[in-house]
């Protein structure tokens, strides 16, 4: 690394280290997970002490955002869930991944609530990969609902523990596991015999309570690692919580068929009844939950030792999100954020040298590790802002004309004008403009900018009949028009057709499933994109100046223009476009339409930044999906029906 990255490096931490400090003044501590009493980021992978290999279960629970169907195998939350498992299926060291949703009798057939993971690593260097791995987390954040989050472990025999099933999909098996966790001092647990002596009167319960009944498949317990305090250097007051619990957990494996939770039950009121001999120091508690197994680990998909590397160019989102991108770890993930950050810091110093276009894109770098109760990440959200800085938006027609071969070119400004002399009489008309397609010569737009969405109702009528008398008329025509609306964040002194550096303009459409659930997972799936992926240096300013983050408005997709000397590819509008059936008041749509349609703003230099810009975010997608192919992926799950982008270059001969 040069010198100014080490210097850069440093500053980062010790900044990071200040605010920690800081916020331990007021700041209860928290706890992530650790095995041996080692937070998992205490220990780089590759960097443990040789000894026995213990395999590790992982166990990983959390609550779902209301409305998610995780069992629907068609809907997009089941499809984003099978690839963060893909995706921990290729870290070395796993060995297998078993999941299952809560059963719970109050949800009254709304559908599960929490889902149920563990996964089989065989042992703690596999287990710090995962934790260590970036590429699972952010997939989660979008189905967990940010109430509760648990990311324990438990240390194995040396044959490590029983799966659920017997491999493949359980559904056909109906398999229910009964999930038993009994909470006690850590005095009454600490010595071994105490231990030995709890496990072999549990063994004997649950021996004399399934006593011929053959429904049990089988049984086995573990003790849970204790989580550790998260807090660098803590104090013994900081890291006692963590010392002054432990958990014994069992599993229960039932045929679904013959499942009667009255077993259960009995064996839970009759552990509860011997507890008093156990517990010497403290309050014992026993608590019980049931899971209904849904399948167990999903097949890896096939990738060789070769580097990935892509074989075509992309010079749009479209084609991106339609290329197939490995769900596989990185090889090195003990130093794959450190890359990730020296290969942002080249591409600055290149751009300020002219050497390149702009920096490269900033990948997401939020490890799984970070997953715990109460540290649940928040997932940036799109929003439109119900009232924007200047006032309200305005709404923008746009009509998607193709006209016969070299007709653009001489007849577009005339085409514009004949319905712009015409729209222009309209109550509530603005302004208006033209914009000649890029890549595809025989198009052109017409865009024409509304006071607000009730101006644009009112003459709605007027405007289509215009439109429609043109077509009728024109000779020009290959193909029937194309209407679009959006909304525009009004802009001070000038519409906002004005008021951008460049003339180039991408609207990229995106089709989403229709439900609720599936439009508020695709506005964050699009503001982790906008605010995280292209956005370079601005959270790190944020880090050593402690200036506000500020992403309201207009937001680089580089370098904030308070860093001089950098050069930026595009301008993200992040409050513009947005749901079109929030801009067309539902007179796009039928009822029965399977998709609702997401269009996105941005505002590109030239076309050649555009170009560089995308081939660099597959080729980053393609070197590592924990830091930026599953960004792209998970745009693709979501926007299952597809996108679409136009590029246009607005054309300045309009009148006002």
């Not at 045929?255 to 120091?281: I, K, M, T, W």
């Not at 930026?568 to 749509?589: K, L, M, P, R, Y």
Request: contains cysteine; hydrophobic residues 40%.
């Amino acid at each position: 690394m040069s010198d100014h990255g080490i210097d850069y490096t440093q500053q980062v931490l010790e900044r990071a280290r200040q605010l920690q400090l800081e916020a331990r003044r007021n700041a209860t501590p928290r706890f992530g997970p650790a095995v041996d009493g080692v937070l998992w980021s205490r220990i780089r992978p590759g960097e443990e002490d040789e000894g026995p290999i213990i395999p590790i279960l992982g166990i990983l629970e959390f609550t779902l955002k209301p409305g998610i169907d995780i069992l629907n195998e068609s809907r997009p939350p089941r499809r984003l869930w099978e690839a963060a498992l893909r995706y921990v299926c290729s870290i070395p060291g796993c060995c297998a991944v078993e999941w299952g949703v809560r059963l719970d009798k109050s949800n009254h057939g709304s559908g599960p609530t929490s889902l149920f993971c563990l996964v089989h690593w065989d042992s703690a260097a596999a287990w710090r990969k995962f934790q260590h791995s970036p590429g699972f987390t952010p997939i989660i954040g979008l189905l967990d609902s940010d109430v509760y989050v648990s990311n324990r472990c438990a240390k194995l025999g040396p044959l490590g523990a029983p799966r659920q099933g017997s491999g493949g999909d359980a559904r056909d098996r109906a398999t229910v596991v009964d999930v038993v966790s009994v909470a006690m001092a850590a005095e009454d647990a600490s010595p071994p015999e105490r231990r030995s002596a709890f496990e072999e009167a549990w063994n004997t319960l649950v021996a004399s309570v399934t006593n011929g009944h053959d429904g049990l498949q089988h049984s086995y317990a573990v003790w849970l690692e204790n989580n550790v305090v998260t807090f660098l250097d803590p104090t013994p007051a900081e890291a006692a919580p963590a010392t002054r619990q432990a958990v014994f957990t069992a599993f229960l494996t039932w045929d679904g068929a013959r499942y009667d939770s009255r077993h259960v039950e009995e064996l839970c009121d009759r552990l509860r009844a011997s507890l008093p001999s156990f517990q010497a120091n403290g309050k014992t508690t026993v608590s019980r939950k049931a899971v209904q197994l849904v399948n167990q680990t999903p097949q890896p998909e096939e990738h060789h030792g070769a580097p990935r590397q892509p074989v075509a160019q992309h010079n749009n989102l479209a084609s991106i999100l339609d290329a197939s991108f490995p769900r596989q770890c990185s090889a090195d993930l003990a130093n794959l954020t450190e890359h990730g950050y020296q290969a942002v810091d080249r591409s600055i110093r290149d751009a300020r040298a002219r050497t390149r276009l702009f920096p490269a894109p900033r990948g997401s770098f939020r490890f799984q590790g970070e997953l715990y109760e109460g540290n649940t990440p928040v997932i940036p959200h799109w929003r439109r802002s119900p009232a924007p800085f200047h006032g309200g938006y305005h709404c923008v027609d746009v009509v998607w004309m193709q006209l016969k071969a070299r007709a653009p070119k001489r007849e577009g400004p005339r085409i514009f004008n004949q319905l712009k002399d015409q729209i222009s009489a309209l109550p509530g008309f603005v302004m208006a403009s033209w914009a000649r397609d890029v890549e595809h010569k025989a198009k052109l737009a017409v865009l024409t900018v509304w006071e607000d969405q009730h101006a644009r109702g009112a003459a709605s009528q007027d405007y289509r009949r215009i439109l429609d008398d043109f077509a009728a008329s024109s000779v020009h025509l290959l193909a029937p028009l194309k209407h679009q609306a959006l909304l525009m964040p009004r802009c001070l002194g000038a519409p906002w057709l004005t008021d951008w550096r460049g003339p180039y303009l991408e609207l990229i459409s995106f089709y989403v499933p229709t439900g609720v659930v599936e439009r508020q997972l695709f506005e964050h799936a699009y503001g982790a994109f906008i605010r995280f992926l292209i956005a370079t240096q601005h959270e790190w300013s944020h880090l050593l100046t402690k200036r506000p983050l500020g992403l309201a408005g207009k937001n680089r997709m580089t370098e904030p223009s308070d860093i001089a000397g950098i050069p930026s590819a595009c301008i993200v509008e992040d409050d513009a476009g947005g749901w079109e059936s929030d801009a067309a008041e539902g007179a796009e749509e039928s009822s029965g339409s399977r998709h609702q349609l997401f269009t996105g703003v941005l505002i590109w230099e030239s076309p050649a930044a555009r170009q560089e810009w995308y081939e660099e975010l597959f080729r980053l997608a393609c070197w590592s999906y924990e830091l930026f192919g599953h960004v792209v992926d998970t745009l693709g799950i979501l926007a299952a029906g597809g996108i679409e982008a136009r590029f246009v270059e607005l054309q300045r001969e309009y009148r006002r």
